[in-house]
């Protein structure tokens, strides 16, 4: 069950992404829509899930770290949620707060989701992740932008399509997750 939760989950919020290698800008300044989906799929693929995450905007991470830490708390072990409470608090994550404001005092999003990926591997009840790994291979089509937003389709395996958006914020162009694509 955790494991199928989590693909979706996984698979929503990361919607799936890339083959391609190519280094993105080492300072986190992405000039392009493709660039910050390529630095956001190397991130994953090096399960580097701090810098995955700082890919996105920060509504797409606090709905991120939400949504996340609200399954991995339903789902972890029954001796682990105290150590589950304590992840949340230490990060300043209101673990009782069933809304989006929930994030509104976690100073460090990424670090936060990071911690959760990890913690959800050893405190979960499946933590075989290659069924997580094989929806994160495709490519990312028919890229769109008009001004400060774009949108593409991320194609897995030739079959699967979901739609994906970017927004350029000061400069900087980071995947955006609207209301309900987590």
């Known amino acids: 069950m955790w494991k199928a939760l989590f693909v979706v989950l996984a698979a929503a919020v990361v919607l799936a992404s890339c083959r391609a290698k190519d ?15 390529r630095a956001m799929c190397d991130a994953i ?7 995955a995450a700082g890919c996105m905007d920060e509504d797409s991470q606090a709905r991120l770290a939400h949504r996340l830490a609200f399954a991995i708390s339903w789902l972890a072990k029954a001796d682990d949620q105290k150590a589950m ?9 209101k673990l009782r707060e069933e809304s989006d404001t929930s994030c509104s005092e976690v100073a460090n ?17 499946d933590d075989d992740f290659s069924e997580l790994e094989k929806s994160l291979t495709g490519r990312l089509v028919d890229l769109k932008t008009a001004g400060d937003e774009a ?22 162009w980071l995947v955006h997750f609207s209301e309900g694509k987590l």
Not at 156 to 167: A, C
Request: avoid cysteine.
């Open 45 to 51: 693929q090096g399960n580097d899930w701090e810098k």
């Open 85 to 93: 409470e304590t992840l949340a608090t230490k990060h300043g994550f």
């Open 109 to 125: 999003k990424p670090a936060f989701i990071a911690e959760l990926f990890s913690f959800a591997e050893t405190h979960t009840p």
């Open 23 to 37: 280094a993105a800008d080492s300072t986190g300044v992405y000039n392009s829509p493709e660039a910050v989906h």
């Open 151 to 172: 949108t593409g389709v991320i194609e897995v395996e030739g079959k699967d399509r979901q739609r994906i958006e970017f927004r350029r914020i000061d400069g900087r």
